[in-house]
């Protein structure tokens, strides 16, 4: 904590699918105090959600309760507030200047016509839950796991012909979590529910206009999470807005939405009167934009172009910082939430921790204490590059879904494949259940996410120095499987890093912590100073980062990439395989 009893500090959210988090930083990027609401240990009972969530399975629905972020926010800032009170000497809430933040992407909230009125006028003295459940449309936000809109998808890949060309239109294909096809979908099966409402905010820009009092505008990088911004011409693509308002009902949706906000620095106004009477904020503290949580944890460190985020946790998300557009059906651009010009690619893939856990589970169950991952790893290093215990043996390569992957679209299953490690000739598929040992598939699943990944940012990395084969220069490492040494010494040999890979130690609030970060740079940033340069000149690397693995080895790296094209043809040959 800085020494200064009267310097400012800044505030970051991170509303995401099982946790609201709040994280205070200082000037120079040091963590003051944070606080954290489970949604299931704090609110299970009262809202019968499970992991943050209700389930409708035979719909695909998977969506979450306004209300619950609602209390949540009540809850948040009051252990903010006493967390920071008890330190020594107690710290301030009214010396926080700025807040920023992110929130789960795609997800959205719908706002009627009194949304505005009451939200200007809320009463302190009344938690927001009792207040702004009158200001909805929807009691309920669809979450990102949600399945139900093929449809609608189907409908928006084929608006300019086919998925490729709306890729290059909004930066992605149409997926089934995507707000567009959210929207449109709730307008088919609940029209009054549409019709009643007067503006749609992203998770992201509904938290801001809480904090706001008012309706905050969408996020310059959040809006490129709906299908519906036109990336060349950064704007609502008008065409895209009628498919999913019908015809007539293009202009309608554009207010409903509203002119996102360009200049991720750019002030939206002060705090709601309702904070600063009810946890003390200072009447002058700004509210920046909020962003999407994956835009976020690029900001939580100065991610240089050529470096990588690989966020191992339930699902596995890549994250790039790139000056380069070249979108693809298969994966995401968006605008950088800082940097004008810049893009963040990302790949984002369903099956990452669990299905690691479905296959460390198969092996012999542990010593009593045990986690079993202690297992899993001795098998992902007693096997050798790509399964060949000899030079002659073939290449193994392996999918491992339990649910269907959108990365590529590919139903849930496990395929076993090998191919001549020399140049990836001779493709065949193996028995799933006789082609190798248990142990074998430990190392071949972590392989076979890492070359998906290399596969598919390819285009994006070119040599980081000394005539060295085009690879990131750094990578690093967050999430729960960030920790795991196997893991990461895997991902380096598959994806390189010519400086190493690195675990990035934020205790799990990357996004909470960009949050925090956007709101400094926002308010002290001299004139012209992007982020990245603000960011590098405060940020501290000791404490902060720990190099886990090497990254780069010569000869291993390459020999992955002599397979890396029979890698691509044996997803297209499941692919084929399913559509026949």
């Not at 509203?258 to 750019?266: A, F, I």
């Not at 079993?372 to 098998?379: I, L, M, P, V």
């Not at 990461?488 to 960009?514: E, I, N």
Request: net charge negative.
């Amino acid at each position: 904590m800085t020494a200064d009893n009267d310097s400012p500090l800044y505030l970051g959210f991170d509303l995401s699918t099982q946790q609201l988090k709040a994280i205070v930083v200082s000037s120079d990027l040091k963590t003051v105090a944070q606080a954290k609401v489970d949604f299931d240990a704090d609110f299970g009972s009262a809202y019968g959600i499970k992991k943050g969530v209700h389930v409708r399975e035979e719909t695909g629905e998977v969506y979450a309760p306004v209300g619950l972020w609602l209390e949540s926010l009540d809850l948040v800032l009051q252990r903010l507030s006493d967390t920071m009170f008890e330190q020594t000497p107690p710290v301030s809430m009214c010396r926080i200047r700025g807040i920023s933040g992110s929130g789960q992407q795609h997800g959205s909230v719908y706002w009627n016509r009194e949304a505005e009125r009451i939200l200007a006028s809320l009463d302190a003295e009344k938690p927001l839950a009792e207040q702004l459940d009158k200001a909805l449309a929807h009691e309920w936000s669809p979450n990102w796991q949600d399945q139900s809109t093929q449809k609608e998808c189907d409908a928006f890949d084929a608006e300019f012909g086919d998925r490729e060309q709306l890729a290059q239109v909004t930066g992605s294909g149409a997926h089934h979590r995507f707000t567009g096809p959210q929207i449109m979908r709730l307008r088919r099966i609940r029209p009054e529910v549409y019709a009643n409402t007067s503006r749609i905010s992203l998770v992201s820009s509904w938290l801001a206009s809480v904090l706001l009092g008012q309706i905050a505008p969408l996020d310059v990088g959040d809006v490129c999470g709906m299908n519906l911004w036109d990336m060349a011409n950064q704007r609502y693509s008008p065409e895209l807005l009628a498919l999913a308002a019908g015809k007539d009902g293009s202009d309608d949706l554009r207010a409903k939405l509203g002119e996102p906000c360009m200049d991720g620095g750019q002030s939206l106004g002060t705090v709601s009167s309702y904070f600063v009477n009810r946890y003390c904020f200072s009447k002058d503290c700004q509210i920046l934009p909020f962003t999407g949580d994956n835009p976020a944890t690029i900001l939580a460190l100065p991610l240089r172009p050529l470096d990588a985020i690989v966020s191992l946790g339930t699902s596995t998300t890549f994250l790039m910082n790139t000056p380069k557009y070249k979108p693809d059906g298969a994966y995401h651009f968006f605008n950088h939430p800082t940097t004008k010009g810049h893009y963040m690619f990302m790949l984002c893939y369903k099956n990452g921790g669990l299905a690691r856990e479905r296959v460390r589970d198969a092996l012999p169950k542990p010593e009593p204490g045990g986690t079993g991952w202690e297992t899993f790893n001795k098998a992902v290093f007693d096997t050798p590059v790509l399964g060949m215990h000899n030079k002659d043996d073939r290449a193994k390569m392996g999918l491992y879904f339990d649910l269907r992957e959108t990365v590529p679209n590919i139903r849930a299953g496990k395929w076993h494949f090998t191919c001549d490690a020399a140049d990836g000739s001779g493709l065949r598929e193996e028995d799933s259940d006789q082609a190798w040992s248990k142990d074998t598939d430990a190392r071949i699943i972590v392989e076979s996410q890492a070359l998906s990944m290399r596969l598919r940012s390819q285009k994006l990395v070119h040599s980081p120095r000394d005539q060295l084969p085009a690879q990131p220069r750094r990578i690093y490492l967050v999430g729960g499987g960030s920790m795991n040494p196997a893991i990461a010494k895997t991902l380096g040999s598959v994806l390189g890093g010519a400086d190493g890979v690195f675990k990035l130690d934020v205790g799990g609030s990357a996004c909470a912590l960009g949050g925090a970060y956007k709101a400094v740079w926002a308010l002290e940033r001299s004139e012209g100073e992007t982020f990245d340069d603000l960011l590098a000149g405060r940020w501290q690397e000791e404490g902060s980062i720990e190099k886990v693995d090497v990254g780069y080895r010569e000869g291993t790296y390459e020999q992955y990439g002599k397979v890396l094209g029979a890698f691509e043809e044996m997803e297209k040959k499941i692919l084929e395989d399913e559509e026949r």
